[in-house]
């Protein structure tokens, strides 16, 4: 395998383990994603 | 036409200061910066174990970018870093599990994952390191001994040699006169020059062990003295007399390396006797 697809893959790998699991610890202590109000009140002449 | 302003704080941009500034393994910094928010979060929010957990967390990864680039360097060392010991530690290594180890806690206790699940991301996160950084190669080459000097030795006489050329360099930046700058990194190239065929030949070492303990020093002492002298008052005459040392410096070196790459038994030390015993004449040292 040449160095330079070695290297990508590495890089790869790191970002998809250790920038994985960084952002989900984000994700976990504020979740974000959830809606404030439930969907059905969101919709107009529901507010 | 209007005249360019002298730089007397430039330097040379050598190998040596890129290789300071290399953003290899600065990725590990860059994805531990996530963990910041998730640190404020938790503080805002009261939650003791977000942030304890993302705080360590956070911590580790700072390590495990400063091993990782110390390792990296070691690979590649400068000039005078190849002189010091190599060190023992598996830097990269380390770095690597410890990431590995990292990602997985931060899976489990962060990220709330399971045990597989976090043991996956480890692994993960090693095998990244291993593809992206490798590990830890053989230490850097053995300085072989010479009359009677072991390696160690040979490394440890051309390392404090370095040191001081690295004063004479420092000592030259306080110096604001460009011809005299010019002729003091002259001789740190000549000095450099030397070392470097010492430590691919270190046979002369015995013949060159006063030139680099006794005469480098002296040199050293000559341009950290003028450069304190010329701050605190300029005098044409002291000019003149360290632009003769430099001079007579300068012819020195360049006869002693000649010497060296002609591997002339003839010895230099009477000779660099009557130089020293010149410049203290000329009150300089």
Known sequence: MSTFFKRLLGFILLLSTMGLTTCQSVVKAEPVLVLAKPADQLLPGNE | MSKLPTLKSAKRFTGDTLRQYSPRGLLLYVLSLALIP?????????????????????????????????????????????????????????SAVLVAFTT??????????????????????????YFSYGFDQAKSRQIVGANGYSGDEVRKTLADAFAIIKQIEQANHKISNRELNQRIDNICQIADGIIAELEADP????????????????????????????????????????????????????????????????DLDVKIEVLTAQLKREGIL
């Not at chain 2, 404020?40 to 009261?46: P, R």
């Not at chain 2, 899976?107 to 090693?126: K, N």
């Open chain 2, 104 to 129: 997985g806690m931060l899976a489990v206790l962060a990220a709330q994952q399971g045990l597989v699940m976090a043991a996956i991301y480890a692994c993960g996160a090693f095998l990244g390191m």
């Open chain 2, 203 to 266: 046979r002369g070492i015995r013949r060159a062990r006063k030139f680099l303990n006794v005469y480098l020093e002296n040199v050293q002492q000559v341009v950290q003295g003028y450069a304190n002298t010329h701050q605190q008052s300029s005098s044409q005459a002291l000019e003149q007399n360290f632009r003769q040392a430099l001079e007579t410096i300068e012819s020195a070196f360049q006869e002693q390396q000649q010497k060296l790459l002609e591997e002339d038994l003839f």
């Open chain 2, 38 to 94: 998730a640190v404020v979060i938790g503080l805002s929010k009261g939650q003791v174990m977000t942030v304890i957990v993302n705080a360590s967390a956070f911590t580790l990864y700072c390590l495990a970018a400063i091993w990782l680039r110390k390792g990296l360097q070691a690979e590649n060392p400068s000039s005078q870093d190849r002189l010091q010991s190599p060190s023992k530690w598996p830097l990269k290594l380390f």
